[in-house]
């Protein structure tokens, strides 16, 4: 089983320290969001991340089509390929923080397909047309892997037909990961493709600390702030949601903020929903927790791990414990 993990970069020595023990303890990708309001600079911060880092893939994990022209994004990722000597991976997304926190819309699952698919042209030396517009970057050596986050099924169908690779938010329970999988699945055939061409990455919350209660109780933000997009707003019963949960979810959904804190965690715990939500979009707890729940996630089907630890007790005491008592048994 493959793990790494991303983080909100707020400091240069966070994004020191975490680039340095991604490393140290063998995570395979160390990825950067794209989170303004929230954090610096992703392409900044995923620079200083390669020139500290030797081994991990940097990602970009993820940034979106409409705060940045697309070819800018693709010359973004081509450069930071050379500055990380070949490690670089692009993570596209319709936009959560990223576009809500400047007041943007969301991309539609036609547009992020029609997005990947002019990247990946102008990754490949080759000029390209988006919306009537022309980019041609022949400079570039080596086309990074573009993937797709998605955490809906037209989305995730779309990674399918077109990504090289997925960040699938869509939950850790056996069912959970059956259900993305096969949308992936079918998005993949409709374009003649094979399921062993799309790389998986199933994400979720990390909070890994020696204090169980500690770890439990902080990790309801990022809960919050990931049920906002996994879960969604409509259909909820086509997304594995227990009937009785729905109208709650449906609050946190109304209530919740992209610029998450602790009204974030008592609104979790206030409707009753911290069981259910930690269970399918978090590992968290102590290092025995961790192991046994990333152990539960590989029984069910995953493969590769991609682990927020944004708003962990101290993300990189997290990174430490999970790499010397998880990452090893795995």
Known sequence: MQVGFFFWPYTLDLCEQLAERADRYGYAMIGIADTPGNAMDPW???????????????????????????????????????????RAVLGIGAGHSGT???????????????????????????????????????????????????????????AGRTADGVFANYGLAADNIRDSQAH????????????????????????????RDAARNKVGAMLAFLAGYVIGDKHLETRGVPEPLRAPLLELRRRYSTRPGEADIRLVQELGLFDYLSRRLSICGNPQDCLAQALAAKA?????????????????????????HVLAKL
Do not use: Y
């Not at 940045?68 to 990380?84: G, K």
């Not at 990754?123 to 080596?142: C, K, M, N």
């Open 300 to 324: 069910a089907g995953a493969e590769r791990l991609m682990l927020t630890v944004s708003l962990a007790c101290d993300p990189v005491r997290t990174v430490e414990l999970f790499g010397e």
């Open 100 to 158: 809500k926190n400047v007041g943007l819309p969301k991309s539609r699952a036609s547009e992020l397909a029609e997005g990947v698919t002019f990247i990946k042209t102008l990754l490949r030396g080759a000029p390209a047309t988006l919306g009537g517009a022309s980019a041609h970057l022949p400079w570039i050596e080596r086309a990074p892997p573009v993937f797709l986050a998605a955490s809906h099924p037209q989305p995730l169908q779309a």
């Open 184 to 211: 992936i699945a079918a998005g993949a055939r409709a374009a003649g493709r094979a399921d062993d061409d799309i790389e998986i990455w199933q994400v979720a919350a990390l909070d890994c600390d020696e204090d």
């Open 44 to 86: 900044v911060s995923a620079a200083m991340v390669a020139r500290v880092s030797r081994r991990a893939r940097v990602a970009v994990c993820v940034t979106n089509l409409i705060t940045r022209h697309p070819a800018i994004t693709a010359a973004a990722v081509a450069s930071l390929d050379h500055v990380s000597n070949g």
